[in-house]
Every structure is written in structure tokens, then in C-alpha cells.
């Protein structure tokens, strides 16, 4: 072994508690990529893969009822590969031993075969027997809230008629990976299942014989969906179809999409702050570390050996310190993709899981930390190595101290002196102290970025769930009512207060872009579901004209006192233009909202409703369920404290798993800066130190010298780390927003509290490792490395 590489082996053992901190820094780093890239691909290959094998279509539409002999038409139209055509309603699901009425999805199976798209894929049990009108299947997330098996059974009110069904069988749908209900945000297993039964048993219920009520497409590569889409809507105009969509405005994929963009905007965005904030502390103390061996590089200069050696050698101590690092953080990186993939699969119900191996990954994280490692040693070495042998051996010339304040004034009165010197060393090295303050800012923002996440949750669940929504509860209805419906509601049992609203689904474009919303209206003092802005006030619609999310205006590019054209999608069927009123900052999905009188005279319909929004007595909300089961026109009830409890399940599942995993890894890389920060410190001074107890100094003395340097530069940090951690936050929050959910940049003063108090911990921690050193420090050995 060369005399060399002795010295790397003798070095790493001497500084292993600094090697393994600096590995820990390039660790977080490598491992937040490996952890939010990894689990997003592995994900989004799982869904292409599950849409692939089990036939997910293209284009979706639903009918009042359709005759079977539309469905070669329909197969006729260019580029349509596969048509899957079937009855498919809401119904009030009657569970035992649950009192609230749950809504359920019913579909038809063929009675031959499978579907030709969204195709079941069966859990246990078989297909419903087309013999048997009460066998059903029923979605895995649907049975696993009830504890149902094989041979349960439950009630379902079809069409206004009771129905026994029993359970043969559970099965995952491509249509259904997420399955939320009518008026929910999150999968309810308990308030939501789908229920497929078989085409005979549905047709007699809803006298659809050779009839459907619903159509899937599935279409050829390149084919245009909007060509698509128009065709199939003149087919299904004159039977009462609804617009036909494409995967966009299919509930399930929608929202599993806008969970996978959030997931990859995550991935953009947080690991590379990880890794650059990472990659610049690692820069940053390892350029120190390889100055503080000037007297050694002298001396083996002086040896004979060649700039050459010297830089590969010390390239080697830097190479493998992030080498360490880099298997550290991809092991840890690795484990927590997997966790993290597995515990959203779950949450999506995916049949399968397709891990997907990213070579890239581990490559550009460790290229990235391994340069920014050897950057910071090049840049110390190359101030090194231009020195002669003679000069490199020789201390540094010590700093030229002079007094700042006048000669007359004196603050020896005010000021101890190790303060004096404490603050005189921070004040001859500024380059230095302001690089060590920066990485401690960094360090403090990291740790703000990750805990923005869980509070910016509570605030999104405070405007949502208490702020606009009020109601206790949500009646839907098959169809439309008239608006005296919400005296028919207000007189069930427990019903304290009544709200109609009408909802008309919409096709709204400026130019040529296009969505497709719901036009919400509501009475123009209704207290139980209003409107909220971004200041927190309701927002009065106005009496005409069209109010839209703020997030729908910028997708149109409208403006307040632009026209839009919308196309009217229920009842009679025209395009109008509107103008648009008012933007209302809201935070869950696009959508437009109307005076009721504007929207009543708009449809040119009397005064109509699809559903009532109810305040409920609690004693009483048990007869309000029964009443409300034995109404054959309810499709549905929503329960707000349910979604709300559910909301918040789902949010400590993922959110705060992925926000506290975050803050674990910026913990850990906060502690690395501050540790090697003040063990860089101690190595720095430790001659000065030691001449100050040859001096007669304390041990007390001359480590409240080297602490109160570590102590004034963690706290100077925090202000410039809180800003930078509410940039990172905006950052983080404008990548996030999405057209189904956005968030505020809302950063709680406790969140500025707490990442400054795990920076001051480690801080703590470290000075306590540096006391031991000082105590421990060897007073001749020290001062005789010079002579």
C-alpha cells in the first residue's frame, strides 16, 4: 500500500465521526430523490400497465337509455377499436348494522363473457350467475369496510324497489382505482361500493331491456378524442346523452391523475432542493476540512511528492467520503420508494404493483453529490497547492484585528472577554462566518419546506370543511326536483335547516381551450354551503353573469368583464355566452357558480333542484337516515363529518408520512451542517484555544469561546432561513396547484418555531460531542503540531 493511501485509511478513521456526518448530508440528499422520483415512476407505470391488461377506455358517456341496435353505429365511427356498452346507475345501499345510508354504483356484467372494456379483476370469488338476480360482485375497498366475504349480503334500492343482493364475488376495476362517491374528495369504502350485477337482473330493475344507459370507447393510437367525442354526442342527443368525455373528466383517472402529478411535482421540486442544498453544504465543509491540512499538503510537497499525487489523494478522501454517502442514501432512498409506493398502491387499489428499477436516478444523484464533493475540495486545494512547500508549512498569518469602535469608547465594561474574542474572530473571517450561516439558513429551510406541507393540510381543511361547507349532510337526487323539494326535506326527522341548489354540467371555452365543469347555484343567502375567498370572506355572486374559480380563469385566460361560451349540457341544449362576473379563489377543483334566479332563467326551466344541503340534529340523525332510505329519489347522501374524519385519515396517512419523512431527512442533514460546522470550528482553533489554557483560561472558559461563535451564527441564521424556507414553501406551493386541488402559502409561526428548533437541537447536540473533545483536548500535542 502506498505511503498515500496509508494516510487516506489513517484519515477516515481519525475523522470518522465527521466522515459519517458529511455522509449523512450527501445521503439526505441522494435519498429524497430516490424516494419521490422512484415511488411516482413505479406508480405511473403501475396504472399504464393495469389500463393496458384490463382494457380502461378512452371515451365515456352516459344516456338516458339508449337502444342496443345505436351500438354498431357507435362501433362505426373512425378509430373506435372496441365499444362496451351497459346500464350503470346510483343506487341507496342498505347495509346491515350500518344506519347511514350508503350510495353504491350499480353496473351490468354481460351475461357471456367479460366486458370488452374495464374489464373485472377478481379478488376472490366468481361473476354473478346471469340465472341469479341477486348475486352481485362488489369493489375490494367497498368489502373490506364492511368485513364483508363470499356469501354476505346487503339491500340495495333499485329504481324504488328493495332488493336483496348477496356477494359472489370481489373484484378491482381500471374505472375504479379511485372510487369516490357523489359529493366526496376521498375514497369511503364504508358510504361508497360498486356493485356490478348481471345485464339481465339491472335491465328488469330499470326497464332497460336491450337498452343502455352507459358507453366506453376505446380508441386507436392517434385517433382525435374531440372528432370522437362530437360524433358519439350526436349518436346519444336524441336519448337523452350526456357530453361524452375522455379520460381527463373520468372521476377515478382524474383524481389518480391529479394525485400523480401532485406526487411528480413533489418529485421536481423538493428532492432538488434536498440535493442542491445538500451538494452545497457538502461543498462547503469539505473545502474547510482539506484547508485545514495546508501544513501537511507543505510537507508532503516538501517529500517529493507532485501537485498531482497530492490532488488525487485528496480527491480519494472527498471521492469516498460521498461514496459513502451516496450507498447510504440510496439504501435508505430505496427502502422508503418502496414504502411509500406500497402505501399508495393500497390507498389506489391497484391489483399489481411494477417497480420500476431507475439506474438514471442513482446515477444523477450521485453524480451530482460526488461533483459537488469534489468542486469544494478542488477549490481548497487549488489555493493550497499553489503555495510553495516552505510557505504551506507555515501557520497562516494570523488576522490583523483592529477596533472598530473609536479609542475613546470601550466595552470592556459591557463585554466579557471571550465575547470580545468570540466576536473578533467572527468579524476577521466574514467570507467565512457568512458561508457558515448560510448553510445553517439552508438547513432551517429545508426543515420549513417539509413541515409546510401538514399545516398548509389543516388550513385547506379549515376554509373547506368549516368555513364553506356547513351542512351536516347532502341529498342528492336521480333527477331533477322541483325546488319544493327542500320543504319535502325539511320536514324529515332531525332536518334543522333546508338549502336547495341546482348543478348543470357544462362545457365552458374561451378560444380553443376547453373544460368541462359544473355551474353550481344556490339561494343567494344560503349559510350552509357558501362561497369563501382568498381573504376568508363569503363571496356575494352577483345577480347576472358567471363566477369561476380563479384556477379555471388563468387555465381560459379570461379576466373579469371577459365573455366565455358555454355550452349547456342538461336540459335544453344550446350555447350561450356569458360574461364573466367575479373569480372566487377556492381550493378543490374548477368550477362555475350562478345566482339561482340567473341560472333558472338561463336553463329557461322552473325552478328546479338536484339536490338539498341539510343541517341535521344529531339525537335525531338516526330516524333521518330511515326516512331517507324509504325515498325512492334520493340517488345519494353525503355526510360532512364523515368526509371530513375520512379527509383527514387519508391526509395523516400520506401527507404527513411524506411530509414527516421529509423532515426526517432534513433533520438529519441540518445536524450534519451544524455538527461539522462546529468540529471544523474546534480543528481550526484548536492551537488557539490551547495556548488560552496554557494561558490560565478554563475549560469553561475557552469552550464558552468556541460555543458562543457556534451559538451567535445558529441564531443570526434563522431569520434569512425562515425567508428562504417561505420562498421554498411559494415554490413548492405553485408547482403543487392543480385543477382538482391547490393549496395556500400558509406557513404557521409554529412551523418557523419548530425547524429552528431542530436546527438549535442539533446545534445543542453537536456542542455537547464538541465539550467532550475540548475536555479531552491534549494541550502539548496540540501546540507542539506547529513547532
Known amino acids: ?211 343502455f344507459s352507459s358507453v366506453s370507447l376505446k380508441l386507436l393510437p392517434g385517433t382525435s378524442e374531440r372528432e370522437t367525442t362530437t360524433r358519439l354526442d350526436a349518436l346519444l342527443d336524441r336519448y337523452g346523452g350526456r357530453a361524452a368525455h375522455g379520460r381527463k373528466d373520468q372521476i377515478s383517472h382524474a383524481w389518480l391523475d391529479h394525485e400523480l402529478d401532485m406526487l411528480n411535482n413533489m418529485s421536481r421540486t423538493l428532492p432538488p432542493i434536498f440535493l442542491l442544498v445538500s451538494a452545497f453544504l457538502v461543498n462547503l465543509t469539505l473545502s474547510r476540512l ?10 508532503l510537497k516538501a517529500l517529493g511528492y507532485r501537485n498531482a499525487s497530492i490532488v488525487l489523494h485528496y480527491l480519494k478522501f472527498v471521492g469516498i467520503i460521498a461514496l459513502i454517502g451516496i450507498a447510504i442514501g440510496s439504501a435508505v432512498g430505496t427502502w422508503l420508494g418502496a414504502y411509500m409506493t406500497n402505501l399508495l398502491a393500497g390507498f389506489f387499489r391497484f391489483p399489481f404493483l411494477v417497480f420500476v428499477k431507475n439506474p438514471d436516478l442513482y446515477v444523477i444523484a450521485g453524480a451530482l453529490s460526488l461533483s459537488a464533493a469534489m468542486v469544494g475540495a478542488l477549490r481548497a486545494l487549488r489555493e493550497v497547492v499553489a503555495l510553495a512547500p516552505a510557505v504551506a508549512m507555515q501557520p497562516t498569518a494570523p488576522p ?78 336521480f333527477e331533477k326536483r322541483s325546488r319544493e323539494v327542500a320543504f319535502q326535506i325539511a320536514r324529515l326527522p332531525g332536518v334543522l335547516t333546508a338549502e336547495p341548489y341546482r348543478e348543470v354540467p357544462v362545457r365552458i371555452r374561451n378560444g380553443h381551450i376547453e373544460r368541462r365543469i359544473t355551474i353550481r347555484a344556490r339561494p343567494r343567502d344560503a349559510e350552509l354551503n357558501r362561497i369563501i375567498d382568498a381573504d376568508l370572506r363569503p363571496v356575494v355572486l352577483p345577480e347576472s353573469g358567471l363566477a369561476i374559480s380563479a384556477m379555471l380563469a388563468r387555465i381560459l385566460k379570461v379576466q373579469i368583464g371577459d365573455t366565455v361560451e358555454v355550452d349547456l349540457l342538461d336540459g335544453e341544449r344550446r350555447t350561450v355566452v356569458l360574461p364573466v362576473a367575479a373569480l372566487v379563489e377556492d381550493y378543490l377543483g374548477i368550477r362555475g357558480m350562478m345566482n339561482q334566479e340567473a341560472l333558472t332563467k338561463l336553463l329557461r326551466e322552473v325552478p328546479a333542484a338536484n339536490g338539498v344541503n341539510v343541517s341535521l ?56 451542517v451544524v455538527y461539522n460546522s462546529a468540529r471544523v470550528s474546534l480543528s481550526e482553533r484548536a492551537r488557539e ?99
Not at 482539506?290 to 510537507?299: A, F, M, N
Request: zero cysteines.
Open 617 to 672: 340534529d344529531e339525537s335525531r340523525q338516526d330516524e333521518f337516515y330511515a326516512a331517507l332510505k324509504a325515498m325512492p329519489v334520493v340517488s345519494s347522501l353525503s355526510l360532512h363529518a364523515s368526509s371530513l374524519a375520512n379527509f383527514r385519515n387519508v391526509t395523516a396517512l400520506i401527507i404527513t408520512t411524506m411530509a414527516s419523512i421529509y423532515t426526517g431527512l432534513a433533520a438529519v442533514i441540518a445536524f450534519g
Open 290 to 299: 482539506v484547508s485545514l491540512e495546508r501544513e501537511q499538503i507543505g510537507l
Open 400 to 477: 490583523s484585528f483592529r477596533s472598530v469602535l473609536p479609542a475613546s469608547v470601550s466595552m470592556a465594561g459591557f463585554v466579557s472577554q471571550p465575547t470580545t474574542m468570540m466576536l473578533r474572530n467572527i468579524t476577521s473571517h466574514p467570507i467565512r462566518s457568512l458561508f457558515t450561516t448560510l448553510g445553517m439558513a439552508l438547513a432551517t429551510a429545508i426543515l420549513i419546506v417539509s413541515l409546510f406541507l401538514g399545516g398548509t393540510m389543516e388550513q385547506l381543511i379549515d376554509v373547506t370543511y368549516f368555513l364553506a361547507d356547513r351542512q351536516d349532510a347532502t341529498v342528492s337526487f
Open 1 to 211: 500500500m502506498r505511503a498515500l493511501d496509508i494516510k487516506l485509511f489513517r484519515d477516515l478513521v481519525r475523522l470518522w465521526a465527521q466522515v459519517l456526518a458529511i455522509a449523512l448530508v450527501v445521503g439526505g440528499g441522494v435519498a429524497t430523490l430516490l424516494l419521490a422520483v422512484g415511488s411516482y415512476r413505479s406508480l405511473d407505470e403501475t396504472r399504464i400497465a393495469y389500463y393496458e391488461r384490463y382494457g380502461f377506455g378512452d371515451v365515456f358517456a352516459t344516456v338516458r337509455r339508449a337502444p342496443k341496435a345505436l351500438i354498431a353505429r357507435i362501433a362505426e365511427i373512425p378509430g373506435v377499436v372496441a365499444v362496451d356498452a351497459r346500464i350503470a346507475k346510483f343506487a341507496l345501499l342498505d347495509i346491515p348494522g350500518f344506519s347511514e345510508p350508503a350510495t353504491g354504483m350499480v353496473i351490468s356484467l354481460p351475461e357471456i363473457g367479460e366486458p370488452p372494456l374495464n374489464r373485472l379483476y377478481m379478488r376472490v370469488g366468481r361473476t354473478p350467475d346471469p340465472s341469479r338476480e341477486d348475486e352481485v360482485v362488489v369493489n375490494e375497498n367497498f368489502a373490506e369496510a364492511h368485513r364483508f366475504t363470499l356469501g354476505s349480503s346487503f339491500a340495495a334500492i333499485l329504481n324504488g324497489r328493495k332488493r336483496d343482493l348477496t356477494i359472489v364475488g370481489v373484484a378491482l376495476s381500471p374505472e375504479y382505482i379511485y372510487a369516490v362517491g357523489p359529493g366526496d374528495i376521498i375514497p369511503d369504502g364504508r358510504r361508497f361500493g360498486i356493485v356490478w350485477m348481471s345485464e339481465r337482473a339491472l335491465a328488469s330493475a330499470y326497464d332497460l331491456k336491450n337498452a
Open 689 to 787: 484555544l490551547a495556548s488560552l489554557r496554557v494561558l490560565g483560561f478554563t475549560r469553561a472558559e475557552v469552550l464558552r469561546i468556541l460555543l458562543l461563535e457556534l451559538a451567535l451564527l445558529t441564531l443570526i441564521a434563522q431569520p434569512p432561513g425562515w425567508a428562504m424556507g417561505y420562498g421554498l414553501a411559494w415554490i413548492m406551493r405553485t408547482n403543487l396547484a392543480g385543477e382538482l386541488m391547490r393549496v395556500r402559502a400558509v406557513v404557521e409561526p409554529a412551523t418557523f418555531a419548530f425547524a429552528s428548533a431542530i436546527v438549535i437541537a442539533a446545534a445543542v447536540l453537536s456542542a455537547w460531542v464538541v465539550r467532550r473533545r475540548v475536555n479531552r483536548l491534549d494541550l502539548v500535542a496540540v501546540l507542539k503540531t506547529r513547532d
